[in-house]
């Protein structure tokens, strides 16, 4: 490899050299420099959350559902969707992926709703690749309703939506808390959407008639029945079949009560968040709803709802994308994590000011995980600003080490004492914090080690908002082509937690953590990689469970770990890098394969240095290739998305993660290589 010089001044001609030791001090200080800067004035940190096109493409085609086309954001987001556009025509879900259907039919007609004419060469491009991939008729169930909603498709041709759900008894292997909480926060405002069908027609040149194959009133299922017709797939579109029927006739008593308890679980849900579910999907549905239910474009519950997803909007020159959610909670304690990696703990006052930002979103109220676990006490974190009734165990799990690592002993007390001291900084008495200093209830670290403790699922593993979600004859419902209908475990949050509970003396030779190794062992993949269903993919999965099992005193020498250590060297690039692409999930032989990232490469060395290899040459490599193209503002850029929101269907970017990952993984080999001196 000949010397390669940027803007960090490294210079190699041999991977295998060690990196020096001034070079390796001031490209930590530069990234922690940099993500000192980007604190909030309140001492959270926020990154953009970034998603594809379908976000910009819905919301257009909301306002045109509002009779509000004509409004310059439609015109703004309007030129956003033209300039990702891909060159043959389409539209993907992930840059660099190929053209998805779903996606490319949401945005030409958004594009034809803010005026453009289908005779356009970029959108004469645009439908010759729909048309390549099925036509409109081809799209998901979320997509066509979208459709129906502005009059360019039949609801018979929709899966149906039955609010009459609302009325079954949790005992029933099918209700609406068998599914996914994400789901659940999309179904119960979509079946009130789906029972009053609304339509708003459209001016007939800004129609997708184009788009189809066959005319769009011909009778299609709402979801392609399977080849073998004794099928659960073909049982439950019979049972959508039957189900029109009856709703022709008319439900009477039982549609008026189920569309009741629809309705006041939505209005429930829409208290201490940002919107219902604080996401963006039933953010949208909720306003539908509303309108459905007869709520006025100026009543206070449609003004609250319109405010909640236009705060989404980021505004940008002469365009605007929207963001799927806000990641502040998530952002903060990654963010205190890599900081103390750098040597930032209390009482040093931006880690003080991120620590109490923290400690005032601790979960106190019951939540839909409350359905199944009435006795257990509320606590917990959430993603979002707001989201109190759904705390998740992924965010719990990274505030608890957060805490912890906050601490320059390295401990957090999590006794139930007269004053929670922590070295010598004491948390001060707030309104929301009270109960951390009284000692009239357990600590906020107590309660939530318990509440993450009880949401372990029976396999032994964790998810990420529910406990034992995973009955799998839901998935083949009409409306669950979203690839989210469960939430079963997984081995990333499984480790995450598997790696909170280390930090608060939990080993691996207590039972609560055997019943997750065993997990982690039935869930290892044949070449020694975990999959990763938060981020992308296997290399995402394989570094978190390798630092989980280190945590908790896991024997790193053990064939499982040393299969994943094979795996991870054997998927490292030749420049020192990793990366791997979203296509993973649709063909695993892509596993550890694609455009090289700064925070794939982080997870990597973080995996390899939790399993004891600081002193490999793949270390090495991998930490040259971090300091050779960090910028000079102390950052990483990368292109590539390698957030995972649901597979195969929507990926995301997550704007910090090209900062704070490297910046672990950097201080954590130079903590390495100190404590060897």
């Known amino acids: 490899m000949h010397g390669l010089h940027t803007a960090s001044g490294w210079r190699t001609s041999n991977w295998s050299v060690l990196p020096q030791p001034a070079q390796l001090t001031a490209a930590v200080d530069r990234a922690r420099a940099c993500l000192l800067d980007l604190q909030k004035p309140d001492g959270h940190w926020v990154g953009e959350l970034q998603g594809d096109t379908i976000l910009e493409s819905e919301y257009i085609l909301l306002l045109a559902f509002l009779g509000r086309e004509g409004d310059e954001k439609v015109a703004k987001a309007a030129r956003y969707l033209i300039r990702q556009q891909m060159p043959e025509g389409g539209w993907g879900n992930y840059p660099g992926g190929p053209a998805d259907i779903s996606v490319s039919v949401k945005a030409y007609f958004a594009l034809k709703v803010a005026g453009y004419r289908s005779s356009e060469p970029f959108m004469q491009r645009a439908c010759a690749v729909i048309r390549s991939l099925g036509g409109a008729a081809a799209c998901n169930s979320f997509t066509k309703f979208y459709l129906a909603l502005l009059g360019q498709f039949p609801y018979d041709n929709c899966a149906s939506v039955p609010p009459e759900m609302m009325l079954l008894p949790r005992w029933l292997y099918f209700n609406i808390y068998a599914m996914s909480s994400w789901t659940r926060t999309i179904v119960v405002p979509l079946s009130i959407f789906s029972a009053h069908r609304p339509v708003r027609q459209l001016p007939a040149d800004k129609g997708i008639g184009e788009l189809f194959l066959e005319h769009p009133d011909t009778p299609l299922w709402p979801h392609p029945p399977s080849a073998w017709w004794l099928s659960w797939t ?81 505004e940008e020159g002469d365009t605007i994308r929207l963001q799927p959610c806000f990641s502040p909670v998530w952002d903060t304690a990654l963010t205190l994590v890599a900081l103390a990696d750098a040597g930032a703990t209390l009482p040093e006052e931006s880690v003080e000011r991120g620590v109490r930002w923290l400690l005032d979103r601790e979960v106190r109220r019951p939540g839909d995980w409350s359905v199944a676990a009435p006795q257990l006490e509320p606590a917990g974190w959430y993603f979002e600003y707001r989201n109190a009734f759904y705390p998740d165990t992924d965010d719990t799990a990274m505030v608890l080490m957060a805490l912890a690592r906050a601490v320059a002993s390295g401990q957090w007390s999590v006794a139930s004492e007269e004053q929670e001291l922590v070295g010598s900084f004491r948390i001060r008495n707030t309104d929301r914090t009270a109960s951390l200093a009284t000692g009239h209830r357990p600590l906020a670290t107590a309660r939530a080690l318990s509440w993450l403790l009880h949401m372990q699922n029976r396999d032994g593993g964790w998810a990420a908002f529910d406990r034992d979600i995973n009955r799998e004859l839901l998935t083949k419902v009409p409306f669950a082509d979203h690839n989210a209908m469960l939430d079963p475990s997984c081995p990333d949050i499984t480790s995450r937690v598997l790696e909170a509970l280390g930090h608060h003396g939990y080993r691996a030779d207590q039972p609560v953590v055997e019943r997750a190794v065993r997990f982690l062992r039935k869930t290892q993949e044949p070449s020694g990689a975990w999959p990763g269903r938060w981020g992308v993919n296997y290399l995402y999965g394989t570094w978190q469970v390798l630092q989980g099992l280190a945590k908790i005193g896991f024997d790193m020498q053990d064939p499982m770990a040393r299969r994943a250590v094979a795996w991870l060297k054997s998927v490292q690039q030749e420049d020192g890098s990793w990366g791997e692409t979203c296509a993973s999930y649709d063909d695993p032989a892509l596993a550890g394969q694609g455009e090289p990232t700064a925070s794939q490469t982080a997870w990597a060395l973080l995996g390899l240095i939790a399993a004891d290899e600081v002193d490999s040459d793949a270390v090495h490599r991998g930490v040259e290739y971090l300091v050779r193209t960090q910028e000079n503002d102390g950052n990483w850029r990368e292109a590539p998305f390698t957030g995972t929101g649901f597979p195969k269907v929507f990926y995301l970017k997550y704007h910090l993660y090209s900062l704070y990952f490297p910046l672990m993984a950097l201080a954590r080999y130079q903590h390495a290589h100190d404590l060897r001196k």
């Open 234 to 314: 073909n049982c439950f579109l019979g049972l959508d079949w039957l189900y029109k029927k009856l709703e022709r006739v008319g439900f009477g008593f039982i549609r008026r009560r189920a569309l009741q308890r629809a309705t006041a679980w939505m209005l429930e849900h829409l208290e201490d968040s940002d919107g219902l579910g604080a996401i963006f999907p039933p953010m949208v549905y909720t306003i539908i709803s509303l309108r459905c239910l007869g709520y006025a474009d100026d009543a206070p519950e449609m003004r609250w709802a319109v405010k909640q997803l236009e705060d989404l909007i980021i």
